[in-house]
């Protein structure tokens, strides 16, 4: 689950009775889940550029310019302009009244990394609408369903709504365990559109963008009812999550080995 660090700065120190931070218990965070199988972003593929780069370590940290070189390379489409403008949207929000200084200063865990791969991942949604990058970064099964809590809270920060109109705005959708689906958030975003609330960070995805950097829709295409949804019970997803520990595990004794061969040539050397 999501971290209080790995949360945009505001919204994690914030003290409002209302906003509870700490990850929920595993029971109710699985019970609404299913898999989009339409979902072609793969996080534990997606991480292993990272886990290299820290030596299979995920608790370690690797700098933003690195991370923005990672981005750039998978998805051709984005600007490094994008990828920092993506960053600033996030971790950014009118209760601040300021931008990051200067990202290139930060360092990202395994998670934040993840997180924003799958932004990217998305990108041809935020372009259209740039709220949804808020919704996407609490995606954490990748199946468009957000915390509800986090996203009121984040929504709240960034479009600096009071509480009371925030409740209102929210009130009227019931939640999945928790979770608020993607259609119920496009109803809001609405909300939010006929109420004129300006999102001055919004004019950073507006810019034209040439043929080459247009981003597709990377979702995988499926033939009959496009609104028919591909789902799988949470089994398929604990299947996935032992496969991603399966994997980080094997490539930790391809480390192991390739260090100890080193060792051992070095030796050979040496005599």
Same mark, same amino acid.
């Given at each position: ?48 550029? !990272? ?8 608790? @370690?940290? %690797? &700098? ?7 981005? *750039? #390379? ?95 705005? !929210? ?8 979770? @608020?689906? %993607? &259609? ?7 909300? *939010? #559109? ?78």
């Amino acid at each position: 689950g999501i971290q209080v660090k790995d949360l945009p700065p505001n919204m994690a120190k914030s003290k409002e009775n209302e906003i509870q931070l700490e990850e929920e218990n595993s029971h109710s965070n699985y019970n609404f889940s299913s898999v989009d199988f339409n979902c072609q972003y793969r996080p534990e593929e997606f991480a292993g550029d !990272f886990l290299e780069l820290t030596n299979f370590k995920p608790e @370690l940290t %690797i &700098d933003y310019k690195r991370c923005r070189q990672i981005y *750039l #390379k998978y998805f051709q489409f984005l600007t490094a302009e994008d990828v920092d403008n993506t960053f600033q949207y996030v971790y950014s929000n009118r209760l601040e009244q300021k931008p990051l200084k200067n990202l290139d200063e930060e360092n990202l865990t395994c998670l934040q990394f993840i997180k924003f791969g799958y932004l990217f991942y998305r990108f041809y949604q935020i372009i259209q609408d740039p709220p949804y990058a808020l919704f996407f970064f609490l995606d954490d099964q990748f199946n468009s369903y957000a915390n509800y809590k986090q996203l009121k809270q984040l929504l709240r920060l960034h479009f600096s709504i009071d509480i009371k109109n925030s409740q209102l705005m !929210f009130q009227k959708y019931k939640t999945r365990n928790g979770h @608020l689906k %993607i &259609d119920q958030f496009k109803k809001i975003l609405q909300i *939010l #559109k006929n109420s004129q609330v300006y999102d001055p960070l919004a004019e950073h995805f507006k810019q034209q963008r040439d043929e080459e950097h247009m981003p597709d829709n990377l979702d995988r295409i499926v033939q009959g009812n496009e609104n028919d949804e591909m789902f799988s019970d949470i089994s398929t997803k604990r299947q996935d999550y032992e496969e991603t520990k399966k994997v980080i595990s094997e490539m930790k004794l391809k480390a192991k080995k390739k260090q100890h061969e080193k060792k051992t040539e070095e030796q050979l050397e040496m005599d």
